[in-house]
């Protein structure tokens, strides 16, 4: 499984960014996908994930501002960020695992390489 992100950025608050995360062989092995950030100095931490049914989870820093989707055809996972703030600046990953979906990092086991986004104030 290879995960490639695209659409990070620089932007001003108030922005928007749509990143995207292609994906490439054994999809069919993955129930899970969903997008993780770390900013400098800090841990990577969940931003949302979708499931194979469709089922949606996202962290509160997301809700009402972010919206994650996939292209049922090719796999390929989506996030809209609207509203972006300055806090939001970090390094975006694309994440998908083979089982259930959860929010612990660790148990993730495919990963991007990230696509940067800053926000300046």
């Known amino acids: 499984v290879q995960l490639v992100e695209s659409g990070g950025g620089s932007v001003q608050a108030g922005g928007s960014l749509r990143l995207s995360c292609e994906v490439s062989?054994?999809?069919?092995?993955?129930?899970?996908m969903g997008w993780f950030r770390q900013a400098p100095g800090k841990e990577r931490e969940i931003v949302a994930y979708?499931?194979?049914?469709?089922?949606?989870y996202a962290a509160d820093s997301a809700k009402d501002r972010f919206t994650i989707s996939q292209d049922s055809v090719t796999k390929t996972l989506y996030l809209q960020m609207n509203s972006l703030k300055p806090e939001d600046t970090a390094m975006y990953y694309c994440a998908a695992r083979e089982r259930d979906c959860g929010v612990v990092t660790a148990r993730w086991a495919y990963w991007g390489q990230g696509t940067q986004v800053t926000v300046s104030s």
């Open positions: 062989a054994y999809t069919y092995r993955l129930a899970c």
């Open positions: 979708i499931g194979i049914g469709g089922s949606i």
